[in-house]
Structure formats: C-alpha cells, structure tokens
C-alpha cells in the first residue's frame, strides 16, 4: 500500500479508507461504491473549475466537451493503468478470474472512488491539490474543439473509424535516474512500414508524443 500512496501521491491517515476504495463489490460488503459516487462528483467539480480558470474565453459548450473527455471511463481508466492500480485491486474470486483487475469500468470506478477516498481522509482543497496533479498533463495539452483530445485518443479513433487493429506501444529504453528519466517509446500502427519513435520524461509523454507524430505521418491534422 505504500508503494500505491507515493504513485497516487497521497498517504492516508485512515488507511481502512483506502482499502475500501480499492474493494470491488465482488469482494465484500464494504465495496467502494459510495465512495465512487462522492468521488464522480468531486472530480467533475475539479476538472470545471480547471477549465473554467485555464480557458477564460472558451463558452459552455467547449469547456463541457473537455470536461467530458477528461472524466470519461477511457480516461481515467488509462490512469488507472499508469498507477498500475488493477495490482492492487480487492476482487472476488470469480471477478479476478475473467480479468476483472483489467476491465476498464472496474479500473474507472476504482479512480472515482479513490478521489472519494481522499476527500473523506482530507478535505476538497487537499483533494484537489491531488486531482490535478494526476491531470498536469492532460490540463496541458487539452484545447477546445476536436483538438481538446489527446494525440492517443484521436489517433485510436482515426485508426477504429478505418477499421483498423489499435495501435500498439512499447518501451524500447528508459534512461535516467528515477526522478530524472527519458522514455523512448515504440508505437506500431498498422500500415506502417517502420514504428514510430517518441520520447518524453514519462511514458505518458512519450506515448503521447509518439501518437502526434504517428498522426502527422497519417496526414490528420
């Protein structure tokens, strides 16, 4: 559980809190749907205020269409796997037989409820403080419009609205101390010839940055 709590960048005082964010409903009657509930909202209210204080001239419905490619189950699932959370989920025997530790909605739900988790540990300021640091990134490279997705998400739509395999990625190297790494990320993306090659001082940014190239030599702007 230490090992959790320095990815997700918070340590409980009351870890049993913790645990029960983790619990699928599968596992016991202290599962973390309520927890997931609190946390839905507080993520939303989040991410608008975010929004609201990082794009001043954008309308409503741009900055609800953000809002809603940064809390949908794909995303917060893929950050799920960042933290390698499925690791440490509690599930029930038959659950974690079918891959439950995988499916997307599980590993949704679970970010959910961690947030809610937190928030009844802490306070809404602490909660926030955490929130957006796991969304830096993502805040970052967000923008309205169809552009408002990240380089990953629009190349895998590109790629499924032609019937294509999804791209695959792969880390070839990682240089660096554990602070101060470099990533060179593989990306293979059917009909191409060669992978494409990015780096960043994350997976994340280095799958990201393979993705945009991987775009522009698709020609999709």
Known sequence: MHQLQ????YYFKNVELLQQALTHRSASRQHNERLEFLG???LNYVIAH???QDFPHVNEGD?????ATLVRGYTLAEMARELNLGF?????RGERKSGGYLRQSILSNTMEALIGGIFIDSNISIVEKVVLNWYSYRLNVISPGEKQKDPKTRLQ???QGHRLP???????HVQGSEHNQAFTIHCQVSGMKEPVVGTGSSRRQAEQETAKQALTKLGVQ
């Open 40 to 42: 839905d909202a507080i």
């Open 6 to 9: 320095k990815k997700i960048g």
């Open 157 to 159: 739509e590109f790629l």
């Open 166 to 172: 999804l791209p695959s990625y792969f880390v070839s």
């Open 50 to 52: 975010a929004i609201y």
């Open 63 to 67: 900055m609800s269409r953000m809002r």
């Open 88 to 92: 440490y989920l509690y599930l029930g």
